[in-house]
């Protein structure tokens, strides 16, 4: 009996062992399950965090630590000619930048940018790389080849971001006139502040500036004159070993500058020398005596006061002394002179005392009112303001009379030639004008009388034979016209005799002038030993070879027959 009951307890035994292990066994399978599932959920966890930044980072706009604000990258509108020929557009180029955070060796990072980037600014570069921060620019505008090498590095914590630069295709062919950009795209001379100035960079700034929906700005420059122009002053600047020249084509019915170029000049692709003294737009930045060019003015004046006719004749037999100031002519008739003599030989007592008759204040009036002593108003924003004499006194209408003592620009200057052309004063513009807008905006200044008389006096001037100083701005066919000025420059507060500034002022054809044409150069040199540098020797020239070279691009057809003396239509 006994042996039953223990055979029964250790049944009993056994059977409650399975039981308890089997239980043991379903524990702790679960909670390695509840484990791995924790385990998982905490992995993914952390990767969607981890996306979540990453999103977040992707849409929050950046900072100024963080990266280049939005305007860096704004487009501008092209600028084209009046023929459509684009002067300026917007490209696209690489910018290196560095994340400094994630630059391990800032000295190999140098060290490797400096085999692509010789001018790398090497101290500058290592204190940026140092700094901890999360963005720095380290070259604004790469070329192609630089970003590639630069990629082919494999540095790490270094990067490329695509920006838009100005870029030129004509080079420096029109830099005066078309300015520069900065490196952020923004207008900061010529006419691409000008347009800037206009409104354009608060569409930059409001982020409207989208590049498919700006219209190219049209300007009143023709690319192919511009060429001309540019070329020809270049060429003079050598040949007659100047520190400088300029010249400007002007439409004297509209007011439209088609051409305008001084150099030295820049490359606005590569402006590094744009600030440099010696690059000064001397057209419209620079103010000069203008020395017997002015005489075109000084007789307007007397023949628009009604005093004097073509006929009225001026003793130039002797000098005229006033104060300390003594008058003499450059190569004195020592006779009386008529009114074209005065003019064609140049005599600064001819035109002194065509002055006298006008007196000082109608004298002054004049000069204001062809424009030439007040700031001239243009699109262009490097203009400077004409100089004269707070109090204006005897002496200074007699010296006034012959180009000294008030400084102007040269392209002043042409503009009121071509008033006493046309008749009107019409402000220079840089930008398309049509005649019936130039009617709206032009003043009449001079009377038809004064018109007719001096187009006879400039074709007079340039007539072969009549011994006027004009005779090498000929070109057959043009029936060109034209006033020298040869004008002494102060030196250490003194007239130099053998230092000038040399003008020549023409417009063509002459029946009925269409153009402008004015040339300077600035300290000009014989050509050759023993030849002189007076204007008509190296001013004049200019003339000639522009017209000779652009006159049929500007629809002017040449008429050959025409070419004899110059012949007076009166008007009265």
């Known amino acids: 009996m006994m042996k039953f009951w223990r055979r029964k307890a250790a049944a ?76 300026a557009t917007d490209i696209k180029t690489a910018s290196l930048f560095a994340e400094p955070r994630r630059i391990v060796d800032a000295d190999e990072v140098i060290e490797k940018l400096s085999t692509v980037l010789p001018d790398l600014q090497v101290e500058q570069t290592y204190h940026k790389l140092k700094s901890g921060s999360g963005f ?13 090498d630069i990629m082919a590095l494999g540095l790490p914590g270094i990067g490329f971001r695509t920006e838009k630069r100005r870029f030129y295709p004509g080079g420096p062919t029109a830099s005066h006139i078309l300015g520069l950009t900065n490196i952020d795209n923004k207008g900061i001379a010529g006419l691409e502040k000008y347009i800037d100035d206009q409104g354009f960079a608060d569409l930059q700034a409001t982020g409207l500036a989208v590049a498919g929906d700006l ?22 600047m050598e040949r007659y070993h100047a520190i400088a020249a300029g010249a400007v084509v002007l439409n004297v019915k509209t007011g439209e500058v088609l051409a305008m170029a001084s150099v030295p000049d820049f490359d606005p692709n590569n402006p590094f020398n744009a600030l440099d003294k010696d690059r000064l737009n001397r057209m419209s930045a620079g103010v000069y005596e203008m020395g017997s060019t002015i005489k075109s003015f000084t007789t307007a004046m007397a023949l628009d006061s009604g005093k004097v006719t073509l006929e009225s004749r001026f003793d130039a037999t002797r000098p005229i002394t006033i104060g300390r100031q003594t008058i003499r002519d450059f190569h004195g008739k020592g006779r009386v002179l008529s009114v074209p003599e005065v003019f064609i030989y140049s005599s600064n007592i001819g035109s002194a005392r065509e002055a006298d008759v006008v007196g000082i204040e109608g004298h002054r009036e004049f000069l204001h009112r062809l424009g030439l002593l007040d700031r001239m108003q243009t699109e262009l924003p490097e203009v400077a303001r004409p100089t004269e004499p707070r109090i204006w006194k005897k002496v200074h209408s007699i010296t006034a009379a012959f180009g000294h003592g008030f400084t102007t620009t040269p392209l002043q200057t042409a503009v009121g030639a ?14 398309p004008r049509s005649e019936d807008e130039a009617d709206a905006v032009g003043q009449k200044v001079v009377s038809d009388y004064t018109v007719e008389s001096m187009r006879y006096l400039y074709k007079l001037n340039a007539t072969k034979g009549s011994g006027g100083s004009g005779a090498r701005a000929q070109v057959p066919g043009y029936r060109v016209g034209g006033k020298t000025g040869t004008a002494e420059k102060v030196v250490n507060g003194r007239y130099a005799k053998n230092v000038r500034f040399n003008a020549f002022v023409a417009a063509f054809p002459m029946d009925d002038p269409q153009y402008i044409v004015l040339s300077v150069v600035d300290e000009p040199k014989p050509e050759k030993p023993g030849m002189a540098a007076t204007s008509g020797l190296n001013a004049a020239p200019i003339v000639a070879n522009i017209i000779r070279r652009s006159a049929s691009l500007l629809g002017v057809k040449p008429e050959f027959g025409q070419e004899g003396e110059a012949t007076l239509v009166s008007t009265q």
């Open 215 to 236: 219209q190219p700005v049209r300007l009143s420059i023709d690319l192919r004159v511009q060429h001309i122009v540019r070329d020809e002053i270049v060429r003079a």
């Open 12 to 87: 009993a035994a056994s059977s409650t062992a399975a039981i308890v292990v089997d239980g043991a066994r379903m524990a702790t399978g679960g909670r390695a399950r509840t484990r791995v599932i924790m385990t998982m959920a905490v992995f993914f966890g952390i990767y969607a965090a981890i996306a979540g930044r990453l999103v977040y980072f992707g849409l929050i706009e950046p900072d100024n630590g963080s990266g280049p604000v939005a305007r860096v990258t704004a487009s501008r509108p092209d600028i084209v000619d009046r023929n459509g020929q684009v002067l």
């Open 136 to 148: 720095v620019w380290l070259k604004r505008q790469l070329t192609p080849r630089q970003q590639a």
């Open 418 to 431: 071509a008033a006493l052309m046309s008749g009107k004063l019409l402000p220079p513009t840089f930008l």
